[in-house]
């Protein structure tokens, strides 16, 4: 590791273009520039060196331009930022030490100055995969965590329905709700997706929602008595099927809505009548809101992963020069698992 207030180089992943339609590669370029490691006198701020990188479907919508204060667009020619796992080189800031692991927003590039380092957390268990804090042990693990217990009310023996099932969160939703004793059923957009459903994270059945003509059939051959819980994470013609499909009281977890993130005129839904006729409950959630709870959640999925009662699959890029490619890779549904980029091992 490079000694306190040298000058290195440091390569990053800038935005060249806003986005419009489906992302590109070429909206993206890998540059090297140069980072000083010293932190000003007197500042708060802390650099890391960034050793992982998470890939996560909220970046696209960063990659539009927007002036929306609450969700500012990234800005053209600097690196993106993102979820990440790194090593802190030296730190302004009481709370942080140079060696301290930590996660949390970065920047994509292989040192970040963090002017706010309020945005880390600090990493205290190290026997598990440092990688897991992009996915299971962080943002995406949160998510599907707080969803899943908090937002569907979940009951022993309900009928669960999850899209985007293998992904970073579906594939965590599945393996609580099989915990709990519920009827689970996955979508994915492969064979090679379906199969790891059923056979490494225990779901019930699956399908691949791309070969399936009529996605309501599909779902009245998986839930014959209708599914009490949606996990939605893509929207569209899948939450217009799922519509159908409900039972009286059901619960739809509204988490994402990636089949639409590209599109410049959103899909219609055309079957909300059934919230009226089912007395169902959408509700949204938003990963901020559980992060205080951050503690609770983490002394309860640590356990369960050294026990081997959860499993978490992750695909891996090595290196910056891959991750334009692996980040764009999540809207044609190339990863398989949590996509993580590798920036440094160490
Ligand atoms: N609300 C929050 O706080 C929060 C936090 C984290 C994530 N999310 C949301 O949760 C969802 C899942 O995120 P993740 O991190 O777990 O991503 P992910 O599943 O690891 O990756 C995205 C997956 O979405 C599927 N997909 C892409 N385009 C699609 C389309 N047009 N129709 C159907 N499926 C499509 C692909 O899988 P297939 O091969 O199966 O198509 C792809 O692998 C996203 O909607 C994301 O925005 C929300």
Redo the contacts with the bound molecule.
Sequence with gaps: MAGNGEVVSNKQVVLKNFVEGFPKETDMEVKTSSISLKVEEGSNAVVVKNLYLSC???MRNRMTFSENPEFASYIKGSPIQGYGVGKVVNSGHPEFKKGDLVWGTTGWEEYSLIKNPQVLFKIHHTDVPLSYYTGILG??GI?AWAGFYEICTPKKGEYVYI????????QLVGQFAKLMGCYVVG????KE?VELLKNKFGFDDAFN??EEKDLNAALKRCFPEGIDIYFE??G?K?LDAVLLNMRVRGRIAA?????Q?NLTQPEGVYNLMNVVYKRIRIE?????DFFHQYSKFSETVLPLIRAGKVVYVEDIAEGLENAPGALVG??????V???VVVVAKE
């Design positions: 996560d479907p909220y943002m995406p998510t899209s985007a099932a293998s992904g970073a969160v579906g979508s994915a957009g492969s997706k929602y791309k994470n893509v569209g899948m988490c994402g809505m990636i089949s993130y949204g959630i938003l990963v901020f999540l809207f044609s549904g190339r990863n698992g949590k996509q």
